[in-house]
């Protein structure tokens, strides 16, 4: 699934016209964004969290050419399944 997708089922379920979904899954998107911007943490109770995880500078290579190049710190979103959405995925 992706966001047409959810929009088109969201307006399905809700009766929203495409506008009004779409609305609504770019604010939540936009929430959520602005959440781990300011190192914050996204909870959703049976589904998952979000967090973001920071990684140190290290050295690297270059797989074209071989050479030795300094990878920047940096930070990226992580995921973590929560336990319900596990077992509804694996049938139990």
């Given amino acids: 699934m992706n ?52 990684y140190k500078s290290y050295k690297g290579r270059n797989p074209r050419n071989g050479e030795q190049v300094d990878v920047k710190p940096k930070k990226a979103p992580f995921f973590k399944v929560g336990r319900e959405l596990k077992k509804r995925v694996d049938g139990r």
């Avoid at 399905?12 to 009004?20: I, M, S, Y």
């Avoid at 979904?21 to 996204?42: H, P, Q, S, Y």
Wanted: without cysteine; hydrophobic residues 40%; proline residues 0%.
């Fill in 3 to 54: 966001k047409s997708d959810l929009i088109v089922a969201l307006g399905a379920k809700k009766n929203l016209t495409e506008k009004q979904a779409t609305e609504i899954v770019d604010l939540m998107f936009e929430g959520f964004t602005n959440e781990l911007k300011n190192g914050g943490r996204i909870e959703i109770r049976g589904f998952g969290s979000f967090t973001v995880r920071k």
